[in-house]
């Protein structure tokens, strides 16, 4: 299966124009697209969401906070979050391929793939095996993880120094570090510093209270940090000092947080971020969600890079000369064509027809659209259950 495309995006610092990909699949067939109204890309890259936490609206009523422990504590009796409770109910364990969490993660899932993220980080206690098997995107897997400095891991697991250890220095660790303004939040890079965590395998969540001299000490140790403004805004009111991360050379990702505190989706978050920061040119936040997001969450490069022949590609609308500039101008609705492992997941159903599929696995909806799964099997169900039906900015069905 060959697509003509106008442009395409091999990663930051190459782009070549009127060319043709090859779609590498064993079910694609020998058929030609063209599509030169639109712009090629790698799939992008979420550094971080809590897919069980994906409900809407948002949450909390107090805001801005000191720091999020008084949000998560405000949270639990929040609207949205009771209503999710009628769904799935946390008994403490966190333990997430029980009962209906499923249906909720499915909802974490789709938001991510109808924002052309073919991997998340899924920031809550490791799960079991099944979890991370079988999703239409992937599931960051191996990694290791703390809540936070100022609440441990509350959630599940052992504290930060035992959680770093298991790591051996190579797969991620992860941890909300700074989430807030207040003098707990600021104490917690000397704590983290003293713990000897701040190492090049560490990916460090948020980082609002870090100091420009912490952030430099960030970058000397090679420890990536993943921002989410529009979580960070809403929550604390103030967020990440990002131009001190880049001058510093830091390896920032991009993270959406779930939609309780955070953006729709990725592509929400890029509007955003860019609104917010016009300073920061289109071209790095795209480094966020693709190359410097393999970086921090230790995966294979290649993954950040669009090849001639590929089975990962996000085809989007042109809306934009400038292939960068292009992603920010774009929605859910401008995705044409996201393939992840040579499948197609979601985009026009016109490439449908490039493609040995069954179509008992796919859902089609709108004018032209087609989505890999039955997300509105789930939306169904979770509506049965309600009583009600319960719209999700994040899913256009
Ligand atoms: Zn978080």
């Known amino acids: 299966m060959e697509i003509k495309v106008d442009s395409y995006v091999h990663n930051s610092e190459k782009i070549s124009h009127n060319k043709i990909l090859s779609i590498i699949s064993t079910i694609a067939k020998s058929t030609t697209f063209d599509s030169t109204d639109t712009i090629a890309y790698p799939p992008f890259i979420n550094s971080h969401d809590h897919l069980i936490s994906n409900w809407f609206p948002k949450a909390g009523d107090s805001n801005p906070y000191q720091n999020v422990n008084f949000w998560v504590e405000e949270m ?45 980080q899924d920031h809550i206690p490791n799960q079991k095996d099944k979890y991370y098997k079988n999703n239409p995107i992937n599931i960051l897997k191996k990694y290791s993880q703390c809540h936070s400095i100022s609440m441990g891991n509350w959630w599940g697991g052992d504290n930060a120094v035992k959680e ?3 790591t051996q220095g190579e797969i991620p660790f992860i941890i909300h570090l700074g989430e ?19 190492q090049p395998n560490t990916l460090l969540v948020h980082g609002i209270a870090l100091t420009e001299d912490e952030i430099k000490r960030c970058g000397e140790a090679k420890t990536s940090i993943c921002w989410c403004p529009e979580s960070n805004l809403f929550l604390i009111g103030e967020t990440l000092d990002i131009q001190a991360c880049l001058n510093n050379g830091v390896n920032v990702t991009l993270g959406t947080d779930s939609t309780m505190s955070g953006s729709v989706n990725l592509l929400a978050e890029l509007k955003f971020a860019k609104k917010h920061f016009p300073q920061i040119s289109a071209k790095d936040l795209f480094k966020m969600i693709t190359i410097n997001a393999t970086i921090a969450l230790n995966l294979d490069k290649d993954i950040s890079e669009l090849k001639a022949e590929t089975s990962e590609l996000l085809l989007l609308k042109k809306r934009s000369d400038d292939p960068f500039k292009n992603i920010l101008e774009c929605g859910i609705e401008d995705i044409e064509l996201f393939v ?30 087609f989505v890999i ?5 789930v939306t169904d169900k979770i509506n049965s259950i309600l009583g009600y039906k319960k719209d999700f900015p994040f899913l256009p069905i």
């Open 76 to 120: 639990k009796y929040s609207k949205s979050f009771l209503e999710r409770n009628k769904i799935w109910l946390n008994d403490g364990s966190f333990e997430l391929t029980d009962k209906n969490a499923n249906m909720i993660i499915q909802l974490g899932i789709y938001k991510n793939m109808f924002s052309g993220c073919s991997i998340v």
């Open 164 to 166: 770093w250890e298991k």
């Open 180 to 198: 807030g303004k207040d003098e707990l939040a600021k104490s917690s890079f000397g704590k983290f510093e003293k713990l000897n965590l701040l």
């Open 340 to 369: 992840h492992d040579g499948k197609p997941l979601y985009g026009n159903t016109k490439f449908l027809e490039g493609f040995e599929i069954d179509l008992s696995n796919y859902y089609k909806f709108g004018d032209n659209r």
């Open 373 to 377: 799964g039955h997300p509105e099997k």
